[in-house]
């Protein structure tokens, strides 16, 4: 029993080594992308064909936003175009089912529980008042030094004249009408 936890430690110890030493002769700086997968044992349902190439086609500009560098950028800032497309690949699937009644109920589902889109933020943009809602962090007030929304739903008539307004969870510069 002894040996074993030696043995974990000694590998822990030179594998946290590897990745905090300053050489960085031996490692390479290609980015490694990983395969998708299937995450559901059942085939996709009847339609999928259609929505399958825009999500492919969004999947892999979340992939290059993920590897962008972000040097430079705040913190926040360079989470910005992965908030920004998880926002399109929501509304898409939104805008199939609810607005243009394209896609069935199952795929919709299937589109849910796989994780193409966001059922909180769908849910927010069925009720009124929220139909052009940016994120879910937006809307949380316990996260805001005063208990209010973001800058960014406050509707662009109350705002002051010139007045850029930037939300600083997602780069969103306003959602509210």
Partial sequence: MCVCVC?????????????TSSSTANRTTTPIIMPKVSRSKKGPPEG????????????????????DPHEGKRKCEALWPIFRIHHQKSRY??????????????????????????ANLIAKWKKPGYESL???GCI?????????????????????????VECVNCGCRGCGH
Wanted: hydrophobic share 35%; glycine share 4%; charged share 30%.
């Fill in 134 to 136: 940016c994120c879910l």
């Fill in 140 to 164: 949380q007030t316990k996260d805001t030094n005063h208990g209010t929304t973001c800058v960014c739903r406050v509707p662009r008539g109350k705002l002051a004249e010139g007045k850029v």
């Fill in 7 to 19: 043995v974990v430690c000694v590998c822990v110890y030179f594998s946290l080594s590897y990745f």
């Fill in 93 to 118: 699937i939104f805008n199939l089912y609810y607005k243009k009644k394209l896609i069935s109920k199952e795929l919709y589902d299937y589109c849910i529980k796989e994780g193409h889109a966001d």
């Fill in 48 to 67: 999928w064909e259609l929505v399958e190439p825009t999500l492919d086609e969004l999947d892999m500009k979340m992939r290059e936003a993920e590897m």
